[in-house]
């Protein structure tokens, strides 16, 4: 019962008492005070007295009920909270690897012990979305699965207030939405060393994919190709080649350098050169690689071995190893004889 229907049930059983009792009696007694009232009154006294108690009984009830409702309340938006931090704060989509930031959003105090656990509980998990799942009806977390599905369909979104963690997919994948916008953001976000070498090779293929000289050359001179691993600059360097874009020796033996080319690497991209390039313009390219990159020799004897330039090759395997030239002059040989075999089962990659 409520206390609107305890008072009106009150002032009822109140009327009753006093009209029963004043039938009954219609004596007066007086008090030595002088104050003379009916029998009727006095009976209702002790009813007045149980009424104004339970009520005060009555109120401090509610009081309590409103004061704990709201701890609990703000035991439910605390977990709220570290539920919201917890989930922007992972920053991958693998709960098997360990690379959630060391951010300890539990509330310091809850109210009530079981919430105080159940938080505990939550902060051993690794929080991920699932943006294919119903909405849960709050507010603040509905918003945020909102701004991840936009985003997961390729809109650029404002996640600045959300502080995600740097390496957050939904975060690399807002970052790589605006690079998807132009060229110009493409290149902003390769050149930025803040940016993880995921966002930054893939604004880099972009940048490819657009087949624009003038921004090829512009990435390509930017020092950034630390983000790239080998086979995506050899993708540049031969669309470099397709798009007549000149490019110093030195500048492409450091950009190889930078990405961390290994012979091997050099030789692929000889193979896959040669048909791009006139017989004198593939020797000296490889010939400049070599004398600003030592791992690129063996890919410039390779030059000279399809090319069959015999005394070249003798005079510049005068300064490797035994082994390395035995190699190579039986790879010769067999290719004079018509026999083909790949050419890493005979030099030793440096």
Same mark, same amino acid.
């Given at each position: 019962?409520?206390?609107?229907?305890?008072?009106?049930?009150?002032?009822?059983?109140?009327?009753?008492?006093?009209?029963?009792?004043?039938?009954?009696?219609?004596?007066?007694?007086?008090?030595?005070?002088? #104050?003379?009232?009916?029998?009727?009154?006095?009976?209702?006294?002790?009813?007045?007295?149980?009424?104004?108690?339970?009520?005060?009984?009555?109120?401090?009830?509610?009081?309590?009920?409103?004061?704990?409702?709201?701890?609990?309340?703000?035991?439910?938006?605390?977990?709220?909270?570290?539920?919201?931090?917890?989930?922007?704060?992972?920053?991958?989509?693998?709960?098997?690897?360990?690379?959630?930031?060391?951010?300890?959003?539990?509330?310091?105090?809850?109210?009530?012990?079981?919430?105080?656990?159940?938080?505990?509980?939550?902060?051993?998990?690794?929080?991920?979305?699932?943006?294919?799942?119903?909405?849960?009806?709050?507010?603040?977390?509905?918003?945020?699965?909102?701004?991840?599905?936009?985003?997961?369909?390729?809109?650029?979104?404002?996640?600045?207030?959300?502080?995600?963690?740097?390496?957050?997919?939904?975060?690399?994948?807002?970052?790589?939405?605006?690079?998807?916008?132009?060229?110009?953001?493409?290149?902003?976000?390769?050149?930025?060393?803040?940016?993880?070498?995921?966002?930054?090779?893939?604004?880099?293929?972009?940048?490819?994919?657009?087949?624009?000289?003038?921004?090829?050359?512009?990435?390509?001179?930017?020092?950034?190709?630390?983000?790239?691993?080998?086979?995506?600059?050899?993708?540049? #360097?031969?669309?470099?080649?397709?798009?007549?874009?000149?490019?110093?020796?030195?500048?492409?033996?450091?950009?190889?350098?930078?990405?961390?080319?290994?012979?091997?690497?050099?030789?692929?991209?000889?193979?896959?050169?040669?048909?791009?390039?006139?017989?004198?313009?593939?020797?000296?390219?490889?010939?400049?690689?070599?004398?600003?990159?030592?791992?690129?020799?063996?890919?410039?004897?390779?030059?000279?071995?399809? #090319?069959?330039?015999?005394?070249?090759?003798?005079?510049?395997?005068?300064?490797?190893?035994?082994?390395?030239?035995?190699?190579?002059?039986?790879?010769?040989? #067999?290719?004079?004889?018509?026999?083909?075999?790949?050419?890493?089962?005979?030099?030793?990659?440096?």
């Amino acid at each position: 019962m409520n206390f609107t229907g305890y008072a009106l049930f009150s002032l009822v059983f109140f009327v009753a008492v006093f009209g029963g009792a004043f039938g009954l009696c219609v004596q007066r007694y007086e008090l030595d005070t002088g #104050l003379a009232l009916t029998t009727a009154f006095w009976v209702c006294v002790p009813v007045g007295v149980f009424f104004i108690c339970t009520s005060m009984l009555l109120f401090y009830k509610k009081l309590r009920t409103i004061i704990v409702d709201k701890k609990l309340q703000k035991d439910f938006t605390l977990l709220i909270d570290q539920i919201h931090a917890q989930a922007t704060h992972f920053a991958t989509h693998s709960p098997l690897e360990s690379t959630f930031e060391k951010v300890d959003s539990r509330p310091s105090k809850l109210y009530h012990p079981s919430n105080q656990q159940l938080s505990n509980t939550i902060a051993r998990f690794h929080l991920v979305p699932a943006l294919d799942s119903q909405d849960s009806g709050n507010a603040k977390i509905d918003k945020l699965f909102s701004l991840y599905r936009a985003i997961a369909q390729g809109e650029l979104t404002d996640i600045r207030k959300y502080h995600l963690n740097n390496n957050n997919p939904f975060a690399l994948q807002n970052t790589k939405n605006y690079a998807l916008k132009s060229n110009k953001n493409a290149l902003e976000i390769f050149s930025d060393p803040s940016k993880s070498d995921e966002v930054r090779a893939y604004a880099f293929r972009l940048i490819c994919e657009s087949k624009n000289a003038k921004d090829l050359q512009k990435a390509l001179n930017a020092n950034a190709c630390d983000c790239l691993d080998p086979s995506s600059l050899q993708q540049a #360097l031969l669309l470099c080649k397709e798009l007549d874009i000149a490019l110093d020796p030195a500048t492409i033996a450091g950009l190889c350098k930078q990405v961390g080319f290994d012979t091997n690497a050099y030789i692929s991209l000889a193979k896959a050169m040669q048909a791009q390039c006139t017989p004198d313009v593939w020797l000296t390219y490889f010939k400049q690689l070599a004398d600003n990159d030592e791992n690129a020799q063996m890919a410039y004897l390779l030059v000279l071995v399809e #090319l069959e330039m015999v005394d070249t090759l003798e005079q510049e395997l005068r300064g490797f190893g035994g082994d390395e030239a035995k190699g190579l002059r039986a790879y010769m040989e #067999l290719k004079r004889a018509g026999k083909h075999y790949p050419i890493s089962a005979f030099v030793i990659a440096r």
